[in-house]
């Protein structure tokens, strides 16, 4: 029986991950919190290389179950799909992705997928301003592209929710006062 929750928080740059996040792994007991970047290889030779990482993190989570260990993930392979259905990616995901979402599903976790997004789509281009902070080369998007990324996350939500009742979907509108967003997670994750 799980005695730990794992929490994998997924959506578009500029929709607040960072931030929920590093809150999610100081306000959790006992949490790591780990950063995904996937692949910069979009060639078909990508795909062989997300799946192997991805496999691997999942063989990873299996040695951690039961440990009383929480965790949160800032990107997963949901990034993977999600790049590849807006056609990012020279190859489909797809395949892949519906296996490892099938071996997570079975992971013995409490699972929490968390959708981050901004129903006023306008909001990602100031975000994505980056002002204050760190601001890395390669992630340099437009607020369009948050927005359409934006779009295949809530649909991947929806799908997983329909499909696995197992795993606590749950999708933050994350414009609101940080105070409200934190209680919010709070209520819905039970911490």
Do not use: W
């Amino acid at each position: 029986m799980a005695n730990s929750k794992l929490i994998v928080v997924e959506g578009p740059q500029g929709a607040g991950k960072t931030t929920i996040t590093d809150y999610l792994r100081y306000a959790i007991p006992y949490t790591n919190l780990y950063r995904l970047s996937g692949t910069a290889d979009s060639s078909p030779a990508g795909k062989k290389k997300s799946e192997i990482m991805y496999i691997d993190l999942l063989n990873y989570l299996k040695h951690l179950e039961n440990l009383s260990i929480n965790l949160v993930f800032d990107r997963t392979f949901f990034t993977e799909e999600n790049y590849c259905r807006l056609k990012y990616k020279e190859y489909s995901f797809t395949d892949v992705y519906n296996k490892l979402l099938d071996e997570f599903s079975k992971l013995d976790f409490e699972i929490y997928y968390i959708t981050l997004y901004l129903k006023d789509e306008s909001l990602y281009k100031t975000r994505l301003e980056r002002k204050n902070k760190a601001v890395i080369k390669y992630a340099k998007f437009e607020a369009e592209k948050s927005a359409n990324q934006q779009r295949v996350y809530l649909e991947m939500s929806d799908e997983i929710e329909k499909k696995y009742p197992n795993i606590h979907c749950i999708k933050i509108e994350n414009s609101k006062d940080l105070e409200l967003t934190k209680q919010e997670l709070k209520e819905k994750i039970g911490f």
